[in-house]
């Protein structure tokens, strides 16, 4: 939960549901939530700053519950599950992940998950912040696919930072770490059902484990805390440096349903106008393609004093003193040493070296378009 001016409190209510690990993170300490899929998501347990470095040095286990599954099962789920992103999934073999944008019916994003082909015809799709179940129920409802959708009994663990590795061959075996970046596998923890993918929200090394029996949530929290102990193992939330510094979007923020893949800088390519199938979409994308996107979603480096928090509220970008777009993001990277974040602005000044201005909460200063991701743009952490 973002705390903007006063300290606030969130009350608990049965009108929100809590993950399979909520208990265990007041155990351990977190103290604010966030609301996010309709659930509770830790947002803090300690100094934001503290615990980025504990990320980058250590390891870290995240409660992320919030990352709901929508399953799409049946002979006709590939053939569904590709009608709903531009990215062609006709590739993706069994134990593969994607990152997949579903897209509406004018091209706008209504949300951006990670895909898991879980099975020949199971998958899963690793939402946002949004309601994709039952927009592909919708969906399912006017065709004639033979597809089965609903939301199965998963939740998600992370457990990220460059000891992940250890921690989680301790837990599994080298089976598991082994996979490939962006691939994933079933397994089993003396009993407990998971699925382990080489994923996460950071872009350093990191596993996700997906719990098939909410009923046994506390006790593989306490499994990975016991096997991460030599590695001095601790939660943390979401780390909103570290993912800005990878070059990671957050739906709902970053970019809406107003919002279309062709706009978002390092999206464009997962948009496939050539493939032979049909997607939701396609016309409008093919259109806008033809047309040319007027604006985009860049990185931006901020120029000024180290930016304490994170934004609340988007600020104004401008250029010869007119409003010409905003920052969805601002943060600064203790690593980098600079305050970087992201910005909608007119296709015209979204070339790397850009100079525009921004009213920042504590004033006017200067932003430079900056190349995505701002660190590793090879990928060479997570995929070691």
């Not at 049909?278 to 604006?295: C, H, P, S």
């Amino acid at each position: 939960m973002t705390q903007d001016g006063a300290s606030a409190t969130l009350y608990f209510g049965p009108w929100y549901r809590r993950s399979p690990f909520f208990e265990a993170t007041r155990r351990y300490g977190c103290t604010a939530y966030d609301v996010y899929n309709h659930m509770y998501l830790p947002a803090y347990y300690d100094d934001p700053v503290v615990e980025y470095w504990h990320l980058l040095e250590k390891v870290t286990i995240w409660d992320v519950g919030v990352e709901r599954q929508v399953e799409i099962t049946g002979p006709d789920a590939l053939a569904f599950t590709n009608m709903l992103t531009p990215r062609d999934l006709t590739t993706c073999a069994v134990g593969q992940c994607k990152y997949a944008p579903i897209t509406d019916e004018n091209g706008g994003i209504i949300n951006d998950p990670v895909l898991l082909r879980v099975d020949e015809d199971r998958f899963w799709l690793s939402i946002a912040d949004s309601d994709v179940l039952l927009w592909a129920k919708g969906v399912a409802v006017g065709t004639s696919m033979d597809v089965d959708i609903g939301e199965p009994d998963v939740s998600p663990l992370q457990v990220q930072g460059p000891r992940s590795r250890e921690v989680m061959d301790s837990l599994f075996g080298r089976y598991v770490t082994g996979l490939r970046y962006y691939a994933c596998a079933q397994a089993d923890l003396d009993g407990i059902p998971v699925v382990i993918g080489r994923t996460g929200w950071t872009g350093e090394v990191g596993f996700e484990i997906y719990l098939r029996d909410s009923s046994r949530g506390d006790e593989l929290w306490e499994r990975v805390m016991e096997a991460g102990r030599p590695y001095d193992i601790r939660p943390i939330a979401p780390c909103e440096a570290r993912r800005v510094e990878a070059g990671i979007f957050n739906y709902g923020s970053d970019m809406t349903l107003e919002n279309n893949p062709l706009e978002v800088t390092g999206m464009e390519h997962l948009v496939d106008l050539g493939q032979q199938a049909d997607f939701i979409g396609k016309e409008a994308l093919r259109r806008i393609a033809a047309e040319g996107v007027r604006r985009k979603l860049v990185g931006v480096e901020i120029a000024g004093d180290s930016m304490d928090g994170e934004l609340a509220e988007p600020w104004p970008v401008l250029a010869d003193g007119a409003v010409v777009g905003r920052v969805t993001e601002a943060i600064y990277s203790p690593r980098l040493g600079r305050n970087i974040g992201y910005a909608w602005v007119p296709v015209e000044l979204s070339m790397v070296g850009t100079e525009v201005g921004v009213e920042t909460a504590g004033g006017m200063s200067t932003a430079r378009v900056a190349a995505l991701p701002f660190a590793d743009p090879a990928k060479v952490i997570p995929k070691s």
